[in-house]
């Protein structure tokens, strides 16, 4: 069955001091959830205030930014979402573009308490829908427990259960410090056997693909953060600056300082043009070997943004 909703990315992250989001725009959904301090954004030119408890949504195509963070201990939590269901499409449409949660549970339950016995069609579909929505959430720990592993990133077909649980442990645990030794103890699999399991699927061996994961998650917090180059080389696990600006322009033929520059010199316009087009920045599935190639092209096309910006 096809997905209604499919969620691309999902980042709980502190907003640091002073820090702000630049213009861009996304072919996806975009929804944020302050869950402590403040942010200000602009949507589609207004300007809002979103304190602790706020959630708004950002259709795709929507020009919107962050002003800088002027609150300590502000944390939001981040999702880029396809919805292909074009019901949810129009009700998404109609529903007000920001809201502040105040016990979404209670008055959900109040609603289906009042309105169950009623015949409108629509009142039983709203009905479903929630109760749906509340049985998902209550089951989520044994559908997790259940659920094959696999990539958020790449395409996984012809990967054996053990590759793709080297994915998606690499997938979850990239920002940390990582150590093959680890990795095998955690899979219960002896290293060197899982390094000659991964190479025989994906070609690649695993400290490759534990870089690429590093890597994609830099370029794209340059790309629409602009976020400093020291704080994304420690997010992203890396022990030391030179070995992340090693590594960054490995994958992309560029130093990180000048692939962030690129992204500021361009316009939202341009930038919002080659978010769409490249698989990465679109938050495309892909294989891996395309989405590698992606790194590469993403770094050719900052280097024309740099000549085209460069008095």
Not at 42 to 63: D, H, T
Not at 217 to 238: N, R
Request: charged share 20%.
């Amino acid at each position: 069955m096809e997905q209604r909703i499919k969620v691309v990315w999902g980042k709980k992250g502190n907003m640091l001091l002073g820090r702000q989001i630049k213009e861009h725009c996304h072919t996806c959904y975009q929804l944020y959830y302050i869950l402590s301090g403040e942010a200000r954004f602009i949507v589609g030119g207004q300007e809002f205030r979103a304190p602790g408890g706020s959630c708004f949504l950002i259709p795709p195509m929507v020009y919107h930014l962050s002003l800088p963070i002027e609150e300590e201990g502000t944390v939001c939590l981040d999702f880029k979402m396809l919805i292909q269901d074009p019901e949810l499409q129009q009700l998404l449409a109609e529903i007000p573009e920001r809201f502040t949660d105040s016990g979404p549970l209670r008055k959900q339950l109040l609603y289906v308490e009042e309105n169950w016995i009623s015949r409108d069609p629509a009142k039983q579909k709203k009905i479903s829908d929630l109760l749906y929505a509340l049985l998902l959430t209550f089951g989520m720990e044994r559908m997790h427990a259940e659920e094959k592993p696999g990539s958020r990133h790449v395409l996984t077909d012809g990967y054996s259960d053990l590759t793709c649980s080297v994915l998606a442990y690499i997938e979850r645990n990239y920002a940390y410090p990582f150590s093959l030794e680890e990795l095998g103890s955690q899979l219960n699999y002896n290293k060197n056997y899982l390094c000659s399991a991964f190479r025989k699927n994906t070609g690649f061996c695993i400290i490759d693909y534990l870089n690429f994961i590093r890597i994609r998650h830099a370029v794209i917090c340059f790309a629409f953060y602009g976020q400093d180059v020291g704080i994304t080389c420690e997010v992203t696990g890396f022990s030391n600056l030179s070995h992340f600006s090693r590594t960054f322009k490995a994958f992309t033929g560029l130093p990180p300082r000048e692939f962030r520059r690129a992204f500021t010199l361009s316009s939202a316009e341009v930038n919002s043009k080659i978010f769409a087009q490249e698989p990465i920045l679109g938050y495309r599935i892909c294989a891996l070997e395309e989405a590698i190639h992606s790194l590469k092209h993403i770094g050719q096309t900052a280097a024309r943004l740099l000549a085209n910006g460069a008095e």
